[in-house]
């Protein structure tokens, strides 16, 4: 692939160059600009790492050293060149803030690019991640670097650097929602992990970490539906249920019209088996907002589970008084499955891509004995998860 720089620095370069060229100065700045005017930057590099040795209060040397360095595409090598320059004077201090800046879009524009061939090609977020780090060399201070290391290291599977990035993120800007949701997930995985290993205090750790961040984007940002779950699962597990009872009633209660803190309450209840009250919330949150789809399904789902906790009760029943005569059985978790559907389909018309929408609806066919119907959504389920 042909070396490229992008035009702007290239015409502060090749200007600078011009203008400098046949300047007096050492015999190795001499030496150095005429390989610079020919394009002999190899050459003009070893002159110019001569020039600082003999003076290192040269700012020019180092300040020359550093454009060398951009044109053989030694980022690193620049920045620490342009260090040492800044260091003894601002004299290019206009030319280098120019040039860091064309440098650190020119990596993370890169590093983007390799990021979303990484989806299909993996190999490539070892490339992102060079590219990121090295955009870090050259700008320490940006937010924006860490997060994109948190993310491409996550998806890596990284999640040791994927948590430090975005631990780094959090401490330079602490009210950043996109670093806490990785951060919070990568908490998340590690406590799954502890679980399934046996440790249970670790678990609890991990989850009440998670828990905390989860928290407090909620309280920033309450209408992101994505983290809801995830945070009345981390107070559950981390042996919180209080703190979330008390969240998501306190939200409904001071703000009643916002369909999102009616939907985290329902969440709540319905993991409570709440069943009656959590469809209240749900059937709620859709009356305010009909067009989202988590709020239909997650009614639906509610109506499914009442029913299937009626059924598996009528059951017992039925079991236990086995034998005895006239004995009628409680057929009413039927109507509690009718009463999903609605909000089932509706789910499968606002988000069609999504398979467990698709399945839930199949069940509470199958519940019902409607067996067309049933296939049907099976079908699209089947076609979505193959």
Not at 142 to 151: C, E, M, N, P, V
Not at 161 to 173: S, V
Not at 209 to 215: K, S, V
Not at 242 to 249: G, N, Q, W
């Amino acid at each position: 692939m042909k070396r490229s720089i992008p035009a702007g620095l290239l015409f502060l370069v090749a200007t600078y160059f011009s203008v400098t060229a046949f300047q007096c100065g050492s015999a190795e700045m001499t030496t150095a600009k005429l390989a610079i005017k020919n394009g002999q930057y190899d050459k003009a590099e070893e002159s110019l790492m001569r020039a600082v040795e003999k003076n290192p209060e040269e700012e020019e040397a180092w300040f020359l050293l550093g454009q060398v360095r951009l044109e053989r595409k030694n980022y690193e090598g620049m920045n620490q060149a342009y260090t040492k320059a800044l260091a003894i004077s601002n004299t290019h201090e206009k030319e280098i803030t120019i040039n860091r800046s064309a440098v650190w879009n020119n990596l993370y524009n890169n590093a983007t690019k390799d990021f979303e061939k990484a989806q299909e090609q993996p190999a490539y977020y070892d490339s992102a991640v060079t590219k990121l780090n090295t955009a870090l060399a050259v700008n320490p201070d940006s937010l924006q670097t860490y997060f994109a290391l948190a993310l491409v290291s996550y998806n890596k599977g990284d999640k040791d650097a994927a948590g430090k990035y975005a631990t780094i993120a959090l401490e330079k800007k602490p009210d950043y929602i996109e670093a806490m949701s990785i951060l919070s997930t990568v908490h998340l995985d590690k406590a799954v992990a502890l679980e399934t290993a046996g440790d249970s205090a670790g678990a609890v750790a991990e989850y009440s970490t998670a828990a905390d961040l989860l928290e407090k984007s909620f309280r920033l940002e309450p209408d992101r539906t994505e983290n809801i779950n995830n945070l009345i699962l981390a107070l559950e597990r981390s042996n919180q249920q209080d703190r979330a009872m008390k969240l998501t009633s306190e939200a409904v209660a001071k703000n009643p019209e916002n369909p999102n803190f009616r939907y985290a309450y329902g969440i709540y209840l319905l993991k409570q088996s709440q069943y009656q009250e959590s469809v209240q919330q749900f059937s709620r949150a859709c009356e305010l907002d009909p067009a989202n789809p988590n709020y239909a399904y997650n009614c639906g789902a509610a109506y499914l589970n009442w029913g299937v906790a009626i059924k598996q009760e009528a059951d017992k029943k039925l079991e236990k008084d086995k034998g005895k005569k006239n004995v009628t059985p409680d057929l009413t978790y039927k109507e509690k499955f009718k009463e999903a559907i609605p909000y089932l389909k509706k789910s499968t018309e606002l988000k069609p891509e999504d398979p467990q929408f698709w399945e839930s609806l199949a069940k509470a066919y199958t519940y019902l004995g409607m067996v067309k119907e049933s296939e049907a959504a099976f079908a699209e389920f089947d076609r979505l998860t193959k």
